[in-house]
């Protein structure tokens, strides 16, 4: 039997990186799949983010709604089984609940009480620490599985490190309570703790003084307590073996990390020997424990960060898994998935629905057929009569487009009520023909795409117009047929006779003069748009030169350094500094980051 621990960093991504969950499951082979940080809100929990064959899935979310902590945190459990019901199988479990102080749902909208040992705590105290989606308990017969994520204080947040204390000592209790009843328990997760100064690459003379290091010493065998830390059991001396790395240091290159996602196992074995003196879980069923590197983001082979790599994106969390090989592990009886499943979540099931909304939902889809018929029908008819009326010869060709555009605007009117709501596939256009000029009436939205295109005049063409006011012929930006007038007789008769070998009337040749124009608008207009994206180019350019003049040199390197800001809240809040541009790593090795530092303003940014 294999177990697995892996910080996600967002479940999503990692089902994008992978193809689906199902590939990300698969990729790591194990019976049991605890994630954290799976960064889910209970209404996102949709089919394809917790449901994959042959595996039964148990979620955890926030419940908070405390401001930068909703979607925040939240873990999951994927056990790997040929069947969720009557099965016998270890991996699934045969009860699952949500949280550790036993007051959040346990399946089917039940409530329970405050658990075995927890009853020094107040409701109010239990339900905080519950709150924000940390914890999933499985309880697989031979052992119960706590599935934790821990929250990360930092040394100056004190509401953040009273939390922190409160939840381990509440969890403690309630594992306490477990092994008094002499239940076995395994532990796993990212517990944010680094227990020793062999898990921290950077670990200073008083690291091992921290109060939750020594709280997690404490509950190890070697320190007289009940847990074994499986990793350190097996491989007491390594170095290096780290599970987590920062993200935007480009730690991961020298392997500059901490080993702070845990496997954790207390209780005897499953031996029945009389004397078990010398018998203990670890020594005899955990075969292997071990760190899985293969899933870093950087890999030998990717660019360094100072020669072209720091551009580029690398897939992946921030955290590698974590897995232990089980032996001798033997069936239990035969059992079906809790009800915490998430097979069981509304979003994921679906909601039963009653024989009148699944009639009603047929009946308005008919009528929207129907609706969808007659708006066709109005818009071939309109089509009709547009043409009629503007072919009729002998009708002057005004009169007879200004009554069709008329009729239009009234079936327009009447089409949109019945249209609203329906695509544009709906919709129709008329052709009219004036002078021998088309002009194009479109209903829905397309007018208003033409008005915005027609309106980017140049310089050249605004002066044409101006030149020509008595002109009643546009220059083809104005389509509507109440502003084209018929110029008169007087008019014609003082202009130049046009030769026999040209084709046309006087009013055709200035329609054809007046197209010529805005195809040279059109000309002008686009040179215009490409002289200032040049300009704009060129500009950026020219700012991008003189801030890369303004970056300084690193001392230990004379490399450019990298700009940030500083993003947490305090005197120097939103202030730019410059940094090496190196991956971090140990000081012993001159490839690493320099440490340089420096502020990019001497003073900080002045609030308003």
């Not at 491989?235 to 240091?249: D, F, G, K, V």
């Not at 801030?547 to 947490?568: F, T």
Request: proline content about 4%; aromatic content about 8%; some cysteine.
């Amino acid at each position: 039997m294999k177990i697995v621990t892996y910080n996600v960093n967002g479940l999503r991504p990692r089902i994008a990186q992978f193809g689906s969950l199902l590939k990300l499951l698969n990729s790591l082979d194990a019976d049991i799949i605890c994630v954290q940080e799976t960064k889910l809100r209970r209404q996102e929990l949709t089919a394809d983010l917790v449901m994959a064959e042959g595996y039964e899935s148990f979620f955890s979310c926030t419940r908070t709604s405390e401001k930068g902590r909703t979607g925040y945190s939240g873990v999951a459990t994927f056990c790997r089984v040929k069947s969720a019901f009557s099965s016998d199988e270890v991996a699934l479990p045969v009860a699952a609940e949500e949280g550790f102080t036993g007051l959040l749902e346990i399946g089917k909208g039940e409530m329970a009480a405050a658990a075995e040992g927890l009853e020094e705590f107040s409701k109010d105290e239990l339900l905080k620490v519950d709150g924000e989606g940390r914890c999933i308990i499985t309880d697989h017969g031979h052992f119960v599985l706590f599935n934790l994520y821990g929250p990360r204080a930092v040394c100056d947040d004190t509401q953040r490190i009273e939390f922190k204390l409160k939840f381990f000592k509440i969890l403690q209790k309630r594992w306490e309570s477990l092994l008094f009843q002499g239940r076995r328990i395994f532990v796993v997760g990212d517990l944010n703790i680094a227990p020793t100064s062999l898990d921290r690459c950077d670990a200073e003379p008083e690291f091992e003084n921290n109060q939750f290091r020594r709280w997690f010493r404490s509950m190890l065998v070697e320190n007289k307590g009940s847990f074994f830390d499986v990793f350190r059991a097996k491989h007491p001396n390594r170095r290096e073996a780290y599970t987590c790395w920062p993200q935007n240091t480009g730690a991961e290159e020298f392997n500059y990390g901490s080993r702070i996602d845990h496997i954790l196992c207390a209780g005897s074995c499953l031996h029945q020997e009389q004397d078990l003196q010398s018998h203990n879980f670890v020594t005899c069923h955990v075969k292997e424990c071990d760190i899985l590197t293969q899933y870093k983001r950087w890999k030998p082979g990717n660019s360094l960060r100072w020669k072209g790599g720091q551009s580029i994106k690398l897939e992946g969390s921030d955290h590698a898994p974590v897995y232990t090989s089980l032996l001798e592990i033997p069936s239990v009886f035969q059992h079906s998935t809790p009800s915490l499943s998430a097979r069981y979540i509304p979003m994921v099931r679906g909601l039963q629905q009653t024989l009148v909304s699944v009639l009603m939902k047929r009946q308005t889809a008919e009528q929207v057929n129907s609706d969808g018929d007659i708006i066709k029908e109005s818009c071939s008819e309109r089509e009709r009569s547009s043409s009629d009326h503007c072919s009729t010869p002998g009708v002057p060709s005004g009169n007879s487009c200004s009554s069709s555009s008329q009729n239009f605007e009234v079936l327009s009117s009447k089409t949109n009520e019945h249209s609203n709501g329906f695509s544009m596939e709906d919709t129709c256009n008329t052709l009219v023909t004036l002078g021998g000029q088309r002009t194009r009436t479109m209903c829905g939205s397309e007018p208003k795409k033409k008005a915005k295109r027609s309106s980017q005049l140049s310089l050249r063409s605004f002066f044409q117009k101006s030149s020509s006011p008595s002109n009643g012929v546009g220059n083809g930006t104005d389509t509507s047929t109440n502003q084209i007038d018929v110029p008169d007789s007087n008019h014609l008769s003082n202009e130049t006779p046009i030769p026999e070998n040209q084709s046309g009337s006087p009013k055709q040749c200035e329609l054809n003069s007046s197209a010529s124009i805005e195809d040279q608008d059109e000309v002008d207009v686009c040179s215009l748009e490409k002289d200032k994206n040049n300009f704009a180019l060129m500009e950026w350019q020219r700012l991008q030169q003189v801030m890369q003049n303004s970056i300084p040199l690193c001392k230990g390197h004379r490399e450019p350094c990298v700009a940030r800001v500083v993003r947490k809240r305090g005197a120097n809040f939103g202030r730019r500094f410059y940094v090496c541009a190196r991956a971090e790593g140990p000081a012993s090795n001159p490839e690493a980051n320099c440490n340089y530092f420096k502020w990019a303003a001497s003073k900080p940014r002045q609030k308003l």
